[in-house]
């Protein structure tokens, strides 16, 4: 007998409302937490107002996790509707408590739910999401598309360029020292994921040597694995995402680019203006 599967995420992954109609994902939303209160992404308001709100703010805005109690209530809800079960992909949990906080859930609820820590964000969800949703409408059995799915979390890559260190510092990931000697001389770093750690890989001078030394690590993946699509992503900067979209092509036109927005959760620590690669090798 088939199973009904429910299929939830968080909006690290910011699937676009086209995808979430399509293949009925549920999403919880993260928090952004400014000094008048606590926002929540894609509901309480939308990237334009959050970027305008960002700019204009005197105290840095925080970042937290979906209440539990909302958590609870979903997977209530999917039981009552008549699911079998819910695979919930979401966000590092090295960065973020929503991974454990939906295993707690789902024993409050008394639902049972295939939680996986993607161990990264942003697109690569989405595609665990997808090829997940693919492989049950081919028959397979749920524990073979949880396996599956956990095997995509250790071939996921993502590595941005923050548009300045100033957003990180003000997030407290960096000295203010740091932060105007990296300005001063022109600094970038190259920030990645390491098995849901996030890391910083690489400091150059300018954008075009940090751009480069990105589009190399996927040069060497496409070399060493089948890579269909790639997602260029970034922070409120799409003329800069569709140039290096258009790089890319020039080069691998094989390839699927596609260009898609970061969480504004991502903004809080990264800034507006940054932009990095994202794929998963086969």
């Known amino acids: 007998m088939t199973k009904k599967i429910a299929w939830v995420t968080d909006t690290a992954a ?4 086209t995808f979430i109609k399509k293949y009925n994902v549920h999403v919880l939303p993260l928090n952004i937490v400014f000094s008048e209160g606590a926002f929540r992404e894609t509901v309480d308001m939308t990237h334009d107002e959050f970027y305008d709100k960002l700019r204009s703010a005197k105290v840095h805005p925080k970042t937290s996790q979906p209440a539990i109690g909302e958590m609870v209530d979903l997977y209530k809800k999917l039981k009552a509707e008549g699911y079998d079960c819910a695979v919930a992909v979401h966000t590092s949990s090295d960065l973020s408590g929503t ?8 024993q409050l609820a008394n639902f049972q739910v295939y939680s996986i820590d993607s161990k990264i964000g942003s697109y690569p969800m989405g595609k665990m999401i997808k090829d997940g949703i693919a492989l049950v409408d081919k028959g397979h059995d749920i524990e073979e598309v949880v396996a599956h799915i956990e095997k995509m979390t250790e071939n996921a890559e993502l590595s941005f360029i923050p548009s300045s260190l100033d ?9 203010g020292t740091k932060a105007f000697l990296s300005n001063l001389l ?6 990645s994921f390491d098995n849901g ?3 910083m890989k690489e400091k150059v001078r300018a954008d075009k040597r940090a751009k480069k030394y990105v589009t190399d690590l996927l040069r060497n993946d496409i070399k ?3 890579i269909k699509e790639v997602a260029v992503i970034n ?7 569709q140039t290096w979209r258009d790089e890319l092509l020039q080069e691998f036109p094989e390839l699927k680019v596609l260009v898609l927005p970061l969480s504004a959760c991502v903004g809080v620590h990264a ?3 940054t932009t990095g690669l994202s794929w998963v090798k086969c």
């Open 186 to 191: 022109n600094i970038k770093v190259v920030i």
């Open 167 to 175: 957003q990180l510092h003000k997030s407290g990931r960096v000295s």
């Open 14 to 17: 910011l699937l676009n409302e």
């Open 271 to 273: 800034g507006e203006g």
């Open 224 to 226: 060493n694995a089948d």
């Open 197 to 199: 750690k996030v890391v």
């Open 99 to 106: 991974y454990q906080s939906s295993q707690t859930a789902a």
């Open 235 to 241: 922070c409120n900067n799409d003329k800069d995402a």
